[in-house]
């Protein structure tokens, strides 16, 4: 069997253009994974932090899709507007990554935040504080 697989792997076209994660990359992930088993709770803290940062989104009058992730678009509709949220959401201090085509298609450009379990809820009232203020400058809501 190792003699086939070893010739798969050497030769077989999915396979040989591509590469196996870093070790790093993997023990990383395995870390994940065994802290969601031994804290659960973080889980929990995730949902919560997703729901309360997309209802203060949306509370500010902005679209945040049909996700219901913790990944939440802010929907722009304008490329450069899309760029100027994230570019001045940056300065000062969230960092929230602007979408354009042709990672989404024109028309559709979008800002998008990722919560976590780490984030505490002063952190995301401060990126809200961040959105709003950005947001009204750049006429977004």
Known sequence: PQKLIDYLVQRARPVLFSTSLPPAVTAAGMEAVDMLVEQPELIETLW???????????????????????????MVGDERKAMQLADELFEAGVFAQALAF?????????VRTIVTAAHTREDLQFALDAFVKVGKKLGIV
């Open 48 to 74: 919560n932090n997703a729901e309360f940062f997309r209802n203060g989104l949306r509370a500010l009058g902005f679209d945040t899709g049909a996700s219901v992730t913790p990944i939440i678009p802010v």
């Open 102 to 110: 042709p990672t989404v298609p024109r028309g559709k450009a979008r």
